[in-house]
Protein backbone atom coordinates (compact mmCIF):
# COMPACT_ATOMS: atom_id res chain seq x y z
CA UNK A 1 0.00 0.00 0.00
CA UNK A 2 1.28 3.08 -1.38
CA UNK A 3 2.57 5.84 1.95
CA UNK A 4 -0.68 8.06 1.08
CA UNK A 5 -3.11 5.12 1.21
CA UNK A 6 -1.41 4.21 5.10
CA UNK A 7 -2.25 7.27 6.40
CA UNK A 8 -5.16 7.17 8.77
CA UNK A 9 -6.66 10.24 7.31
CA UNK A 10 -6.50 9.30 3.61
CA UNK A 11 -9.26 10.53 1.80
CA UNK A 12 -10.08 9.92 -2.20
CA UNK A 13 -10.15 12.09 -5.14
CA UNK A 14 -14.10 11.43 -5.39
CA UNK A 15 -14.12 12.64 -1.94
CA UNK A 16 -12.17 15.47 -2.30
CA UNK A 17 -14.03 16.95 -5.24
CA UNK A 18 -17.26 16.47 -3.37
CA UNK A 19 -15.70 18.72 -0.42
CA UNK A 20 -14.50 21.23 -2.60
CA UNK A 21 -18.03 22.29 -3.73
CA UNK A 22 -19.31 22.74 -0.24
CA UNK A 23 -15.76 24.42 1.24
CA UNK A 24 -15.65 26.93 -2.18
CA UNK A 25 -15.87 29.90 -0.20
CA UNK A 26 -12.84 28.56 2.01
CA UNK A 27 -10.93 28.04 -1.18
CA UNK A 28 -11.95 31.94 -2.67
CA UNK A 29 -10.64 33.25 0.29
CA UNK A 30 -7.82 31.91 0.49
CA UNK A 31 -6.85 32.82 -2.99
CA UNK A 32 -7.68 36.04 -2.25
CA UNK A 33 -5.12 36.27 0.59
CA UNK A 34 -2.46 35.32 -1.61
CA UNK A 35 -3.21 38.53 -3.34
CA UNK A 36 -2.25 36.56 -6.77
CA UNK A 37 -1.61 38.47 -9.94
CA UNK A 38 -1.24 37.58 -13.25
CA UNK A 39 2.74 36.56 -13.91
CA UNK A 40 3.10 35.34 -10.66
CA UNK A 41 4.99 31.69 -9.65
CA UNK A 42 2.75 30.20 -6.76
CA UNK A 43 2.51 26.90 -4.97
CA UNK A 44 0.20 24.71 -3.77
CA UNK A 45 1.30 22.31 -0.93
CA UNK A 46 -0.56 19.13 -0.81
CA UNK A 47 -2.42 19.87 -3.87
CA UNK A 48 -4.99 16.65 -4.56
CA UNK A 49 -6.56 16.31 -7.58
CA UNK A 50 -5.44 19.62 -9.32
CA UNK A 51 -8.40 21.64 -7.84
CA UNK A 52 -6.66 24.54 -6.83
CA UNK A 53 -3.82 24.46 -8.97
CA UNK A 54 -6.42 24.90 -11.61
CA UNK A 55 -8.28 27.96 -10.00
CA UNK A 56 -4.81 29.37 -9.36
CA UNK A 57 -3.73 29.11 -12.67
CA UNK A 58 -6.50 31.26 -13.83
CA UNK A 59 -5.46 34.09 -11.89
CA UNK A 60 -1.50 34.01 -12.17
CA UNK A 61 -2.33 33.46 -16.33
CA UNK A 62 -0.14 32.04 -18.96
CA UNK A 63 2.79 34.41 -18.30
CA UNK A 64 2.56 33.25 -14.53
CA UNK A 65 3.51 29.89 -13.09
CA UNK A 66 1.82 27.18 -11.01
CA UNK A 67 3.10 24.33 -9.11
CA UNK A 68 1.51 21.82 -7.10
CA UNK A 69 2.85 18.99 -5.04
CA UNK A 70 1.09 16.44 -3.20
CA UNK A 71 2.99 12.71 -1.76
CA UNK A 72 0.14 10.66 -3.40
CA UNK A 73 1.31 9.18 -6.98
CA UNK A 74 -2.44 8.71 -8.03
CA UNK A 75 -3.37 12.19 -6.96
CA UNK A 76 -0.31 13.71 -8.89
CA UNK A 77 -0.80 11.50 -11.95
CA UNK A 78 -4.57 12.67 -12.40
CA UNK A 79 -4.04 16.11 -11.57
CA UNK A 80 -1.52 15.80 -14.70
CA UNK A 81 -3.94 14.26 -17.06
CA UNK A 82 -6.39 16.79 -16.01
CA UNK A 83 -3.57 19.74 -16.57
CA UNK A 84 -3.11 18.22 -20.11
CA UNK A 85 -6.71 18.00 -21.06
CA UNK A 86 -7.55 21.87 -19.60
CA UNK A 87 -4.36 22.80 -22.25
CA UNK A 88 -2.57 24.21 -19.03
CA UNK A 89 0.82 22.42 -19.11
CA UNK A 90 2.88 24.82 -20.49
CA UNK A 91 2.74 26.65 -17.28
CA UNK A 92 0.65 24.49 -14.51
CA UNK A 93 2.78 21.21 -13.05
CA UNK A 94 2.47 18.84 -10.28
CA UNK A 95 4.98 16.90 -8.78
CA UNK A 96 5.09 13.99 -6.11
CA UNK A 97 7.22 15.44 -3.51
CA UNK A 98 6.78 15.14 0.14
CA UNK A 99 5.48 18.37 1.67
CA UNK A 100 8.64 18.56 4.64
CA UNK A 101 11.20 18.23 1.41
CA UNK A 102 10.00 20.86 -0.91
CA UNK A 103 11.80 19.63 -4.34
CA UNK A 104 12.11 23.63 -5.43
CA UNK A 105 15.24 26.18 -4.57
CA UNK A 106 14.92 28.85 -1.78
CA UNK A 107 12.91 31.60 -2.64
CA UNK A 108 11.52 30.06 -5.02
CA UNK A 109 7.76 31.50 -5.14
CA UNK A 110 5.82 34.65 -4.89
CA UNK A 111 3.26 32.98 -2.87
CA UNK A 112 2.63 29.45 -1.55
CA UNK A 113 -0.61 27.63 0.16
CA UNK A 114 -1.63 24.79 1.84
CA UNK A 115 -5.19 23.48 2.60
CA UNK A 116 -6.20 20.90 4.80
CA UNK A 117 -2.83 19.07 4.49
CA UNK A 118 -0.95 19.46 8.02
CA UNK A 119 -3.86 17.45 9.53
CA UNK A 120 -2.05 14.61 7.79
CA UNK A 121 1.22 15.31 9.17
CA UNK A 122 3.13 13.93 12.14
CA UNK A 123 5.02 17.32 12.17
CA UNK A 124 3.33 20.17 10.37
CA UNK A 125 5.97 22.60 11.60
CA UNK A 126 8.01 21.02 9.34
CA UNK A 127 6.59 21.98 6.41
CA UNK A 128 6.02 25.25 7.03
CA UNK A 129 9.39 25.61 7.51
CA UNK A 130 9.95 24.17 3.87
CA UNK A 131 7.22 26.72 3.06
CA UNK A 132 8.72 29.51 4.33
CA UNK A 133 11.96 28.52 2.68
CA UNK A 134 10.60 28.38 -0.80
CA UNK A 135 8.91 31.33 -1.06
CA UNK A 136 10.39 34.88 -1.41
CA UNK A 137 11.33 37.38 1.39
CA UNK A 138 8.05 39.34 1.55
CA UNK A 139 5.81 36.71 -0.15
CA UNK A 140 2.60 35.30 1.18
CA UNK A 141 2.00 32.44 2.79
CA UNK A 142 -1.61 31.12 3.27
CA UNK A 143 -2.48 27.85 4.93
CA UNK A 144 -6.05 26.52 5.60
CA UNK A 145 -6.67 23.30 8.15
CA UNK A 146 -9.45 22.13 10.17
CA UNK A 147 -9.63 22.16 14.01
CA UNK A 148 -11.61 18.84 14.53
CA UNK A 149 -11.95 19.74 17.79
CA UNK A 150 -14.32 22.11 16.72
CA UNK A 151 -16.61 19.26 15.13
CA UNK A 152 -20.02 19.43 16.51
CA UNK A 153 -23.37 17.22 16.03
CA UNK A 154 -26.72 18.04 17.65
CA UNK A 155 -27.79 14.56 18.94
CA UNK A 156 -29.63 13.46 21.70
CA UNK A 157 -26.73 10.50 21.97
CA UNK A 158 -24.22 13.38 23.30
CA UNK A 159 -21.98 10.62 24.85
CA UNK A 160 -21.74 8.89 21.63
CA UNK A 161 -21.19 11.78 20.15
CA UNK A 162 -18.60 12.97 21.79
CA UNK A 163 -16.48 9.57 21.34
CA UNK A 164 -17.14 9.95 17.93
CA UNK A 165 -15.32 13.55 17.31
CA UNK A 166 -12.89 12.72 19.61
CA UNK A 167 -11.47 9.85 17.68
CA UNK A 168 -12.15 11.80 14.19
CA UNK A 169 -9.71 14.22 16.15
CA UNK A 170 -7.01 12.16 17.96
CA UNK A 171 -7.13 8.18 15.71
CA UNK A 172 -8.43 9.45 12.02
CA UNK A 173 -5.93 11.74 11.92
CA UNK A 174 -2.43 12.60 12.81
CA UNK A 175 -3.41 15.67 13.64
CA UNK A 176 -6.57 16.49 14.06
CA UNK A 177 -5.88 19.80 16.19
CA UNK A 178 -4.09 21.32 13.24
CA UNK A 179 -6.39 24.29 12.94
CA UNK A 180 -6.04 25.67 16.51
CA UNK A 181 -1.90 25.43 15.83
CA UNK A 182 -1.63 27.03 13.12
CA UNK A 183 -1.05 30.37 14.85
CA UNK A 184 1.39 28.90 17.13
CA UNK A 185 3.63 27.52 13.80
CA UNK A 186 3.58 30.58 12.22
CA UNK A 187 4.57 32.65 15.16
CA UNK A 188 7.42 30.29 15.50
CA UNK A 189 8.29 30.51 12.10
CA UNK A 190 8.41 34.42 12.17
CA UNK A 191 6.33 35.30 9.45
CA UNK A 192 4.92 38.74 9.68
CA UNK A 193 1.66 40.55 9.53
CA UNK A 194 -0.41 37.40 10.58
CA UNK A 195 -3.96 37.64 10.03
CA UNK A 196 -6.16 34.95 11.12
CA UNK A 197 -9.63 33.86 9.61
CA UNK A 198 -12.49 31.29 10.71
CA UNK A 199 -13.86 29.67 8.75
CA UNK A 200 -17.04 27.23 9.20
CA UNK A 201 -19.29 25.44 7.64
CA UNK A 202 -22.19 23.54 8.27
CA UNK A 203 -24.30 20.60 7.34
CA UNK A 204 -28.32 19.46 7.78
CA UNK A 205 -28.35 16.39 5.53
CA UNK A 206 -27.59 13.10 6.61
CA UNK A 207 -26.12 11.52 3.79
CA UNK A 208 -24.08 14.50 3.17
CA UNK A 209 -23.26 14.87 6.57
CA UNK A 210 -22.11 10.57 6.63
CA UNK A 211 -19.66 11.48 4.00
CA UNK A 212 -18.42 14.90 4.67
CA UNK A 213 -17.37 13.65 8.48
CA UNK A 214 -16.64 9.99 7.30
CA UNK A 215 -18.97 8.62 10.08
CA UNK A 216 -18.89 5.20 8.76
CA UNK A 217 -15.43 5.12 9.08
CA UNK A 218 -15.43 6.71 12.51
CA UNK A 219 -18.03 4.52 13.84
CA UNK A 220 -15.98 1.39 12.68
CA UNK A 221 -13.13 2.52 14.34
CA UNK A 222 -15.38 3.39 17.62
CA UNK A 223 -16.87 -0.45 17.32
CA UNK A 224 -13.31 -2.10 17.17
CA UNK A 225 -11.89 -0.30 20.02
CA UNK A 226 -14.66 -1.24 22.27
CA UNK A 227 -15.51 2.79 22.79
CA UNK A 228 -19.23 2.52 22.10
CA UNK A 229 -21.76 -0.52 22.14
CA UNK A 230 -23.86 -1.81 19.09
CA UNK A 231 -26.72 -0.92 20.73
CA UNK A 232 -25.10 2.66 21.26
CA UNK A 233 -24.36 2.76 18.00
CA UNK A 234 -27.67 1.84 16.64
CA UNK A 235 -29.32 4.65 19.32
CA UNK A 236 -26.97 7.22 17.54
CA UNK A 237 -28.17 6.46 13.95
CA UNK A 238 -31.66 6.54 15.22
CA UNK A 239 -31.30 9.99 16.66
CA UNK A 240 -29.66 11.17 13.24
CA UNK A 241 -31.48 9.75 11.14
CA UNK A 242 -35.02 10.93 13.54
CA UNK A 243 -33.87 14.44 13.39
CA UNK A 244 -33.06 13.95 9.82
CA UNK A 245 -37.00 13.37 9.38
CA UNK A 246 -37.92 16.51 11.20
CA UNK A 247 -35.38 18.51 9.19
CA UNK A 248 -33.52 19.59 12.60
CA UNK A 249 -30.15 17.73 11.58
CA UNK A 250 -27.15 20.28 12.16
CA UNK A 251 -23.48 19.48 12.14
CA UNK A 252 -20.52 21.76 11.90
CA UNK A 253 -16.18 22.00 11.86
CA UNK A 254 -14.32 25.45 11.40
CA UNK A 255 -10.95 25.92 9.81
CA UNK A 256 -8.77 28.22 10.67
CA UNK A 257 -6.66 30.14 8.04
CA UNK A 258 -3.75 31.99 8.53
CA UNK A 259 -2.11 34.22 6.46
CA UNK A 260 1.49 35.55 7.26
CA UNK A 261 5.10 37.44 5.00
CA UNK A 262 7.89 35.98 4.97
CA UNK A 263 10.56 38.22 6.53
CA UNK A 264 13.10 40.16 4.91
C1 LIG B 1 -7.57 16.62 2.62
S1 LIG B 1 -6.56 16.48 1.20
C2 LIG B 1 -6.61 18.19 0.61
C3 LIG B 1 -6.25 18.30 -0.85
C4 LIG B 1 -6.35 19.73 -1.42
N1 LIG B 1 -5.47 20.63 -0.71
C5 LIG B 1 -7.76 20.23 -1.40
O1 LIG B 1 -8.05 21.20 -0.68
O2 LIG B 1 -8.60 19.65 -2.11
C6 LIG B 1 -4.91 16.37 1.80
C7 LIG B 1 -3.89 16.15 0.70
O3 LIG B 1 -2.60 16.26 1.29
C8 LIG B 1 -1.78 15.23 0.75
N2 LIG B 1 -0.73 14.99 1.74
C9 LIG B 1 -0.85 14.51 2.99
N3 LIG B 1 0.35 14.44 3.59
C10 LIG B 1 1.26 14.88 2.69
C11 LIG B 1 2.67 15.04 2.71
N4 LIG B 1 3.40 14.72 3.78
N5 LIG B 1 3.27 15.54 1.62
C12 LIG B 1 2.56 15.87 0.52
N6 LIG B 1 1.22 15.73 0.42
C13 LIG B 1 0.58 15.24 1.50
C14 LIG B 1 -2.73 14.07 0.54
O4 LIG B 1 -2.22 13.13 -0.37
C15 LIG B 1 -3.97 14.78 0.03
O5 LIG B 1 -3.97 14.95 -1.35
Known sequence: MSQAKQNPGYVSQDYLQMLAERVQHVKQRSYEAMEVREGMCVLDVGCGPAIDTHALA???????RVYGVD???????????????????????????DATKLPFD????????????LQHVAHPEDVLAEMAR??????????????FGTLSIDSSEDRVERILTRITTE?????????????RYFREQGLMHLQ?????????????????????KVEEMAIQ???????????????LEAAEAKQTLFGSASQV????????
Open 196 to 216: IEMLPFFVTQLQLMRKIFMLE
Open 71 to 97: YDNEMISNATKKTEEHALASYVEHLVA
Open 257 to 264: MLTGLVPG
Open 225 to 239: NEAITQDELARWHAS
Open 134 to 147: VTKPGGRIVVVDTD
Open 106 to 117: DNTFDACRSERV
Open 171 to 183: ISHYNGYAGRQLY
Open 58 to 64: KLVGPSG
